[in-house]
């Protein structure tokens, strides 16, 4: 038989073992009924409470002197009433004395009354008073008149600037818009949103304690950071006006233009027409929103001529051919696949230096150029193409707007070009780029073979530094130079072109664009060319001796008055709409006149090509 295996002192010892377990659970449950009440309280009341979010003020925006408001955030009021203890005689007295403070009319008064008839610890009575409103409905409180009532700040986002054209404000489309949820749309507004609008205050709210003690602040929040802009307002008045005038006189869907710095890639002014009014976004949104959007950084086009400069840049580098290298301009051009390559005129104009080539924008020349970038189509396609690569070309640019796009064009070392494809390249089509693309290029030729950013912010006011590709180099100075010089050849030489772009007593380059519009909807989903309309562009310098200013403009599907074999006349051609908007830009920037100025276009004189 075993022996008994309980013992009195192991039953002593388990009971201790039990009461000190017992001891430390009742002194921990002590020690949150008693020192953490607080605590448990708010925890279990915790699914009660709601945050409420009260937008911190908005930075402004301000023009590149930092003294001109271009875009800021005012405050309107709005009633709230606490209604869950009036009579019916308050509800009467306190309505009487708004519909008199506020002057409303029969419709306004009744829903004013309606929304009296209500129950609640918080009830909007009237929203969008002015200051001066309020403060009378505040000094009448101080006499304990609607002393039920609130008066609470909201933030109202405002363009004070006047734009170029009736119904708009100053650079919409480069400012955007602020939405009623508070968040910026398209332009700076949607870009620096972040930095704009600052942190939002959050508040606790308990709806079982009415009123301020309910409520408790859990982030104080921090106010939106302001922003200076690379805008002259100045400048972004007279550039509007210009886009509005062309847009009329060429009856065009649009017409765009910008001035840049070509060596930093400040935006100085930026427009397009149609444009839109920012303080009425809500009516431009259900109207025409279209509108928002800037051609200039969001559409794309195939650019024409101007292209010519790109193939140019490619044959100088490669010195395939030089700027006196006489070509034969046969006016037409048949190429072994069958198709053909043509010049506006399609007439002859027999051996001409390629610099004159450029200048008289022969198709024919382009071409022939740009074959003898290599000894194979797909070689010499493959040289174009990676000049277009040194200038971005396809790419975005990075300007600090939203909704920038790329472009769209064929790599030839994956989907190779037919000698047809080469010969458009070479002259601008079958690509397709935005305007501000074709600035950066153009800036990259006129500042000495160096890249750029464009952008409209002042890069210290957003706390950045330039983008570390600024300034590498993309040419060299002497191409630069080179192309340069044969911009201000092309505007020299054409008698057309001297004329609508003198400017006296200052040097002037660059190069003209017009083509045809593809449009894939026609023909039944074939395609075909959008007859009669065209996209113009003009894209070049202006300055004192060498480039200060870079200038680029494009009208939209205009039709031309006047329509011949080489000859496509509008009441405003883009190259004058280049020499207003660049004789408006020395005036403006102050840019000082030449010493040894050009000659007049009746006393033709050129400057040498590089």
């Not at 075993?2 to 201790?16: E, I, N």
């Not at 040194?390 to 920038?404: F, H, M, R, V």
């Not at 300055?543 to 009441?571: C, F, H, R, W």
């Not at 408006?584 to 090509?609: E, F, H, R, Y």
Request: with cysteine; aromatic share 8%.
């Amino acid at each position: 038989m075993l022996g008994r295996t309980d013992s009195r002192a192991r039953l002593l010892l388990l009971l201790a073992v039990m009461l000190a377990i017992s001891s430390g659970m009742a002194m921990r449950l002590a020690y949150w009924q008693v020192n953490q009440h607080a605590q448990l309280a708010a925890l279990s009341g915790s699914d009660t409470y709601s945050q409420r979010y009260i937008a911190a003020k908005r930075g402004t925006i301000y023009d590149r002197t930092g003294t001109i408001v271009l875009a800021e955030t005012i405050y309107e009021y709005r009633i709230v009433g606490d209604l869950h203890a009036l009579t019916d005689a308050d509800r009467q007295k306190i309505g009487d004395q708004l519909v008199d403070y506020l002057g409303l009319d029969p419709t306004d008064e009744a829903t004013l009354r309606a929304r009296l008839a209500g129950q609640g610890y918080y009830v909007v009575l009237a929203v969008n008073l002015d200051a001066s409103t309020a403060k009378e409905i505040t000094d009448a409180q101080m006499y304990g008149a609607m002393t039920t009532l609130t008066l609470e700040p909201t933030p109202v986002r405002v363009y004070p600037q006047a734009g170029g054209a009736p119904g708009t404000s100053l650079a919409a489309q480069i400012l955007g818009f602020v939405n009623d949820s508070g968040v910026g749309q398209y332009g700076l507004e949607q870009q620096y949103d972040k930095i704009l609008a600052g942190k939002p205050e959050i508040v606790s709210v308990d709806p079982n304690t009415p009123g301020p003690a309910g409520e408790h602040i859990v982030d104080v929040g921090s106010p939106g950071q302001d922003i200076r802009t690379t805008i002259d307002v100045g400048l972004q008045l007279q550039v509007e006006q210009e886009v509005l005038s062309t847009w009329l006189a060429d009856k065009a869907r649009a017409v765009s233009a910008s001035v840049m710095d070509p060596k930093t890639g400040a935006i100085l002014a930026e427009a397009t027409y149609p444009s839109y009014d920012g303080n009425q976004y809500s009516q431009v949104a259900s109207q025409d929103p279209s509108r928002f959007r800037d051609p200039m950084i969001s559409e794309v086009y195939e650019p024409g001529s101007v292209f010519k400069m790109l193939t140019a840049s490619a044959a100088l580098q490669t010195k395939t051919t030089l700027l006196t290298t006489r070509l034969n301009d046969t006016g037409v051009m048949k190429l072994p696949g069958g198709q053909e390559v043509a010049d506006a005129d399609r007439k002859a104009k027999g051996m001409m230096s390629f610099a004159d080539i450029v200048a008289w924008s022969r198709n024919v020349g382009a071409s022939k150029a740009a074959f003898r970038l290599g000894s194979t189509t797909a070689s010499a396609s493959a040289t174009l193409y990676k000049t277009w690569q040194a200038y971005s070309i396809g790419q975005p640019t990075g300007i600090d707007l939203a909704g920038e796009v790329a472009g769209i064009y064929r790599d030839p070392t994956t989907t190779p070009w037919a000698q047809i494809d080469l010969a458009n390249a070479s002259f601008g089509q079958g690509v397709a780029v935005t305007p501000m693309q074709i600035m950066r290029a153009y800036c990259v030729m006129e500042n000495g073979g160096l890249s750029v950013t464009p952008h409209v912010a002042d890069w210290t006011s957003v706390g950045v530094t330039a983008p570390k590709s600024d300034g590498q180099r993309v040419i060299s100075a002497s191409l630069s130079a080179s192309l340069t010089g044969l911009m201000e050849h092309v505007v020299t030489t054409v008698p057309s072109y001297n004329q609508a772009t003198y400017i006296a007593n200052y040097y002037v380059g660059g190069k003209t664009g017009t083509a045809q519009i593809w449009d894939p909807n026609l023909n039944n989903g074939a395609g075909g060319w959008k007859d009669p309309f065209y996209n113009y562009s003009f894209y070049g310098w202006v300055g004192t001796n060498s480039p200060d200013l870079s200038i680029g403009v494009v009208i939209y599907e205009a039709t031309p008055t006047k329509v011949g074999q080489g000859v496509l006349a509008m009441p405003v051609q883009s190259t004058q709409l280049f020499r207003r908007i660049a004789h408006d830009a020395v005036v403006t920037m102050k840019i000082p006149a030449s010493k040894n100025g050009p000659a007049s276009p009746s006393k033709k004189k050129t400057k040498s090509l590089g």
